[in-house]
């Protein structure tokens, strides 16, 4: 079971006189997750090191740290935390004493993952794109069931008997929305899906 977050979290720590921020958002794409790592890298931090999960894609950086110590154990800590469609940004402020290999490692790692740890997780669900029309009288009705289907509203078009609402669902809540629609509408609106 995967988890992307609710909205953007951030830490704070400070090791052996280095200061490091962890700031972690939701994201849908590589170009929103290098989007949101350009918009808060400091640039005058020692290092800007990240790594980003969004499904098959992923990649990480180090920033200039030794190769292996910084974006690696930040995309080791986004799988450790069952985490998808996630970016995670880790600035070092230099403060003068050397951490070693498996220090900086087990720093931005760890910052990485009390990050995510933060912030407030939501579980992705794989949905299947719907779609039925519903008349006048029982739109309001309908739409007041979506949350409890756990659908997602991705389109309504109205015309002169009702609107046609294209919807995302859960797999497994396809055969019974279908029947609950159904007889709300009273046979009159059909649940179909490809």
Known sequence: MAFTLAGPCEYREEIRKSRFLALAAPVESAQQ???????????GASH??????????????????????????ILAA??????????????????????????LARAYGGSAARCLQG???????????????VP??????VKARLPEWQAL???ERFDAEGA??????PAQ?????????????????RLEWD
Do not use: K, M
């Open 164 to 169: 046609e609402l294209r919807l995302a669902l």
């Open 33 to 43: 997750a290098l989007a949101f790592i350009e918009q808060h890298s400091d640039a």
């Open 119 to 133: 912030g407030e997780r939501v579980e992705l669900v794989a949905r299947i794109s719907a779609r039925c029309h």
């Open 48 to 73: 800007n090191c990240w790594a980003f999960r969004c499904g098959q894609q992923y990649r990480f950086s180090d920033d200039g740290e030794p190769g292996g110590t910084a974006g690696r154990p």
């Open 153 to 155: 509203l991705v389109e």
């Open 136 to 141: 006048f009288a029982e739109l309001a009705r």
């Open 78 to 103: 986004i799988e450790g935390q069952d985490c998808d469609r996630v970016v995670v940004l880790v600035t070092r402020w230099y403060g003068g004493i050397q951490l070693g290999t498996g220090g």
């Open 173 to 189: 809540q396809l055969q019974p929305v279908a029947e609950q629609l159904a007889n709300l509408g009273r046979g009159q609106i």
